[in-house]
C-alpha cells in the first residue's frame, strides 16, 4: 500500500466522498479487516484507545481520528492547518493513529514517537518528525528527536521493552485504516464522516459543522 502520490483526490472529490462514504462509528460497525476481525471499528476501539495519543481538547463534543505517516508529503503539508482547525474550534478531540505505510523508515519513525509517549515526549516527537521539508532517514529521525528533547537512552530501552505494546497500537491503526477502506495518508474520521484525503483550513471547517449537526440528529 502506498500514499495517494500524483493520484491523490482533489479537494472537490474528496468532499465528494465524504457525502457518498459517510460511516457511523457510534456503537459497532461491522468491517472484516485482513485479520479477520469482525468488530475492528468499535467507537471504542477507534475513538477511545486509551493506547493512542490525543491532541486538542480531550472534552471535546466533536472527534478527528488522523492517520498519518511521517514521510507523507501530505500530511506535512496539513498538519499546521489541522492544527490551527482545532485550536480555533476549541471543542475538538484530535485523535492520532500512526499508520506508517511507506516504508521501514517510515515504520521506524512511528515506532520512535510512540516510545516517546513512555516518557511523556510523544508530542514534542510527532511534532518534530513531522515538521520536517524532507525525506526521514533513521539517523536523521534521531537527531530531530534529540533536539525535540527526547532522553535517547529512555527512548532505546522502551523501543525495546514496550516493542509489543508499540507493535500492537499499529496493528491495530493499520487494521482500522483497511476496514475502513482508506487507500493512503492522510486519512480521517469526523465524527460520523469518513474523509479518504487532505482538505483545506474551510473545508475541515465546514465537515466538523456538519459532523455536529449529524451528531443532533
Given at each position: 500500500?502506498t500514499?495517494?502520490g500524483?493520484?491523490?483526490?482533489?479537494r472537490?472529490?474528496?468532499?465528494t466522498?465524504?457525502g457518498?462514504?459517510?460511516?457511523?462509528v457510534?456503537g459497532t460497525?461491522s468491517?472484516?479487516?485482513a485479520t479477520?476481525?469482525?468488530?475492528?471499528?468499535?467507537?471504542a476501539?477507534?475513538l477511545?484507545?486509551?493506547d493512542?495519543?490525543v491532541?486538542?481538547n480531550?472534552?471535546?463534543?466533536?472527534?478527528?481520528?488522523?492517520?498519518?505517516?511521517?514521510n507523507?508529503?501530505?500530511?506535512?503539508k496539513?498538519?499546521?492547518?489541522?492544527?490551527q482547525?482545532?485550536?480555533d474550534?476549541?471543542?475538538?478531540?484530535?485523535?492520532?493513529?500512526?499508520?506508517?505505510?511507506?516504508?521501514?523508515?517510515?515504520?521506524?519513525a512511528?515506532?520512535?514517537a510512540?516510545?516517546a509517549?513512555?516518557?511523556?515526549?510523544?508530542h514534542?516527537?510527532?511534532d518534530?518528525?513531522?515538521?520536517v521539508?524532507s525525506?526521514?532517514?533513521?539517523?536523521?529521525?534521531?537527531?530531530?528527536l534529540?533536539a525535540?528533547?527526547?532522553?535517547?537512552?529512555?527512548l532505546?530501552?522502551d523501543?525495546?521493552g514496550?516493542?509489543k505494546?508499540?507493535?500492537?497500537i499499529?496493528?491495530?491503526?493499520n487494521?482500522q485504516?483497511?476496514?475502513?477502506?482508506?487507500?493512503?495518508?492522510?486519512s480521517?474520521?469526523?465524527g460520523?464522516?469518513r474523509?479518504?484525503?487532505?482538505?483545506?483550513?474551510?473545508?475541515?471547517?465546514?465537515?466538523?459543522?456538519?459532523?455536529?449537526k449529524?451528531?443532533?440528529n
Amino acid at each position: 500500500m502506498t500514499g495517494f502520490g500524483n493520484n491523490a483526490p482533489s479537494r472537490r472529490a474528496a468532499l465528494t466522498l465524504i457525502g457518498a462514504g459517510a460511516l457511523a462509528v457510534g456503537g459497532t460497525v461491522s468491517a472484516r479487516a485482513a485479520t479477520g476481525d469482525d468488530e475492528v471499528l468499535t467507537e471504542a476501539k477507534v475513538l477511545r484507545d486509551p493506547d493512542t495519543p490525543v491532541a486538542g481538547n480531550p472534552d471535546g463534543n466533536i472527534t478527528i481520528v488522523e492517520w498519518s505517516d511521517y514521510n507523507c508529503p501530505y500530511c506535512r503539508k496539513l498538519e499546521p492547518e489541522l492544527r490551527q482547525v482545532v485550536q480555533d474550534d476549541g471543542k475538538v478531540r484530535l485523535v492520532m493513529k500512526d499508520w506508517p505505510i511507506l516504508g521501514p523508515v517510515s515504520v521506524t519513525a512511528a515506532r520512535s514517537a510512540l516510545a516517546a509517549k513512555f516518557q511523556g515526549k510523544y508530542h514534542q516527537a510527532h511534532d518534530a518528525l513531522i515538521g520536517v521539508s524532507s525525506r526521514l532517514t533513521e539517523p536523521r529521525i534521531n537527531e530531530l528527536l534529540a533536539a525535540a528533547g527526547v532522553d535517547m537512552d529512555r527512548l532505546k530501552r522502551d523501543l525495546t521493552g514496550h516493542a509489543k505494546d508499540i507493535d500492537a497500537i499499529l496493528k491495530r491503526n493499520n487494521e482500522q485504516a483497511e476496514a475502513f477502506g482508506f487507500q493512503g495518508t492522510p486519512s480521517f474520521i469526523v465524527g460520523k464522516y469518513r474523509v479518504p484525503g487532505a482538505l483545506s483550513m474551510t473545508e475541515f471547517e465546514q465537515v466538523i459543522a456538519d459532523a455536529r449537526k449529524a451528531k443532533m440528529n
